[in-house]
């Protein structure tokens, strides 16, 4: 079983930045590939972006490509993902998710585990 904390969201205004953080405790960190989604109020959650084992390799939504990155600190057992110039369309919940497989997918059924979530407001 692995746990996962987001932590960082909060009220920004539109052009600002913000760092979120995903904690994970359990098993190893590093064998997860981790990803980040989003739910906005009455709409799918959504892939935002997703790393690979090593963070060799990453993955980003069209919506979000040049503004946000991913990263990660296997020694931290913690995934970030920095968002700059931020909209007032990234509003949404965002949650982290971990993968068994070495691989970054876009769906939300091929991610085995899931934090609970943290807000993102931004103002316009």
């Known amino acids: 079983q692995v746990q996962l904390v987001e932590s960082g969201g909060g009220l920004v205004q539109a052009g600002g930045s913000l760092r979120l953080s995903c904690a994970t405790s359990?098993?190893?960190?590093?064998?997860?590939?981790m990803g980040w989604f989003r739910q906005a109020p009455g709409k799918e959650r959504e892939f935002v972006a997703g790393?690979?084992?090593?963070?060799?390799?990453?993955a980003y939504a069209d919506s979000v490509k040049g503004r946000f990155t991913i990263s990660r600190d296997n020694a931290k057992n913690t995934v970030y993902l920095q968002m700059n110039s931020l909209k007032p369309e990234d509003t949404a919940v965002y949650y982290c998710?971990?993968?068994?497989?070495?691989?970054?997918?876009?769906?939300?059924?091929?991610?085995?585990?899931w934090g609970q979530g943290t807000q993102v407001t931004v103002s316009s």
């Open positions: 998710a971990a993968r068994s497989r070495n691989t970054v997918v876009v769906t939300t059924s091929g991610y085995d585990y």
């Open positions: 359990g098993r190893t960190f590093s064998t997860y590939a």
């Open positions: 790393i690979t084992r090593s963070g060799g390799s990453t």
